[in-house]
């Protein structure tokens, strides 16, 4: 299990076989002073953190979705955090949010309450074994992806204003649900606060 260190009580359940591991980006928890004590380690295969719908993890008018990550080979690489937004046709690869990287690329994503997406696509070469923080913003009106506290690209983005969600999906550490029944795992080590 990963506990919630925000003091919300939203624990996520391991899935598949994702273990804990001594790796970490930093050595104290910025916003609450306590010793790091480790990271999840993502081996792509079925492995995940889920975390349960509740009303705070929906929130309406702005999101950050931050996270620090490393690459464990050539090929690695995945969501760091998202939600799906609906559960088939089309709705069903929409993100109500992602923060991703894969395949050479970041991608920074939300999908708002009328099914408008906005998303910004950025080819980023990340170092294996290296630790980054990568942070997505949205404010209602712009999309800002940061690498490292540095801003990379920003975006206009308005759409309805507030963003839309299908509250039986969870948010995903880790993976990425197309709602179709296929899953998109992570290899990735990723912090455990």
């Known amino acids: 299990m990963a506990l919630d260190s925000s003091g919300n009580g939203?624990?996520?359940a391991f899935f598949g076989d994702t273990?804990?591991?001594?790796?970490?980006?930093?050595a104290v928890i910025r916003e609450t002073g306590t010793l790091n004590n480790g990271s999840i380690f993502l081996d792509g295969v079925?492995?995940?953190?889920?975390?349960?719908?509740?009303?705070v993890l929906r929130p309406l008018n702005g999101i950050t979705l931050e996270g620090y990550f490393r690459t464990v080979s050539v090929d690695g690489g995945g969501a760091i955090v998202g939600r799906q937004y609906g559960a088939s046709g089309i709705d069903a690869f929409r993100n109500s949010f992602a923060l991703v990287i894969h395949g050479g690329f970041f991608?920074?994503?939300?999908?708002d309450s009328a099914g408008q997406s906005g998303t910004i696509v950025l080819p980023y070469s990340a170092t294996v074994g290296q630790w980054y923080h990568a942070a997505g913003t949205w404010d209602g009106t712009t999309l800002r992806l940061y690498v490292d506290g540095q801003l990379i690209q920003s975006q206009a983005f308005a759409g309805t204003g507030q963003l839309g969600y299908l509250t039986s999906n969870p948010v995903l550490i880790g993976a990425d649900d197309d709602g179709l029944g296929t899953v998109s795992y992570t290899h990735l080590t990723l912090p455990t606060t």
């Open 46 to 55: 079925l492995d995940a953190v889920v975390v349960p719908d509740v009303p």
């Open 10 to 12: 939203n624990a996520g």
């Open 107 to 111: 991608t920074f994503g939300v999908t």
């Open 19 to 26: 273990v804990f591991s001594g790796d970490t980006p930093v």
